[in-house]
């Protein structure tokens, strides 16, 4: 398999529930990055993890919490989340955190009921 | 900081006409720029990129892209368009260091028969 891979592709989640959305890249990058993507919005980027080390942090809510264990697996952990956190969420993953393209998943549609 | 407009939300074209979108940026030095395509449930892919040297760059699919320094302008540009570029586009800027990408709001590309 190679490129950035997602999963789940769908998830509804209520607000008490606690869900974690994964990414894989298979391309040898050591930079990942959580993006959120809703509608009428431009994208906003959430974390960024290069070698493993979270370098930024773009003011995200503690409801949403990153792990990155190794090189190609990120993490986001979600709890107690509201309904206007419903959105795409976009995993993207680079050769270093220095401007470098991205290569990004398909995205996880979240819905939150 | 820098900041990424793409001044039409949507634009209409008949199949076979030419294109261009719109991207302007706002940084102090030259930035690294990118264009991207999104279609309807999908990720994020990589259209083209500028990081230095001819001004005009080919990408992907028929696309070019030219920087004008005077205009802090990365228009997107194809001679003929086919049913298939409907989507959404993305421009995107890269300050450098180790910073992530900022996104455009994006354009909606339809392409009429």
């Known amino acids: 398999e190679t490129g950035v891979t997602q999963t789940p592709r769908h998830l509804v989640m209520g607000m008490t529930n606690k869900k974690s959305l994964k990414c894989e890249q298979h391309?040898?990058?050591?930079?990942m990055y959580w993006y959120k993507q809703s509608a009428k919005k431009p994208l906003e980027l959430m974390f960024v993890y290069s070698l493993e080390e979270r370098v930024e942090n773009n003011s995200v809510p503690s409801r949403f919490s990153p792990e990155c264990p190794n090189s190609s697996h990120l993490f986001l952990h979600l709890h107690t989340l509201q309904p206007e956190d419903s959105a795409l969420y976009l995993c993207?993953?680079?050769?270093?955190?220095?401007?470098?393209?991205?290569?990004f998943g398909q995205g996880t549609r979240l819905t939150v009921v | 900081a820098q900041s990424v407009t793409q001044p039409d939300i949507h634009i209409t074209v008949s199949e076979g006409a030419s294109l261009e979108l719109r991207c302007n940026y706002s940084y102090g030095a030259t930035p690294y720029l990118f264009w991207y395509v999104q279609s309807p449930g999908q990720g994020l892919q990589l259209l083209l990129k500028y990081f230095s040297g001819d001004t005009l760059v080919q990408g992907i699919k028929g696309f070019e892209a030219e920087f004008k320094r005077s205009q802090s302008s990365f228009n997107l540009r194809k001679p003929s368009v086919h049913w298939s570029d409907a989507a959404e586009y993305f421009c995107?800027?890269?300050?450098?260091?180790?910073?992530?990408?900022?996104f455009g709001s994006g354009t909606r590309l339809q392409v009429q028969p």
């Open positions: 995107a800027v890269a300050p450098g260091g180790r910073r992530a990408l900022t």
């Open positions: 993207a993953s680079s050769q270093g955190a220095a401007s470098s393209e991205a290569f």
């Open positions: 391309l040898g990058h050591n930079a």
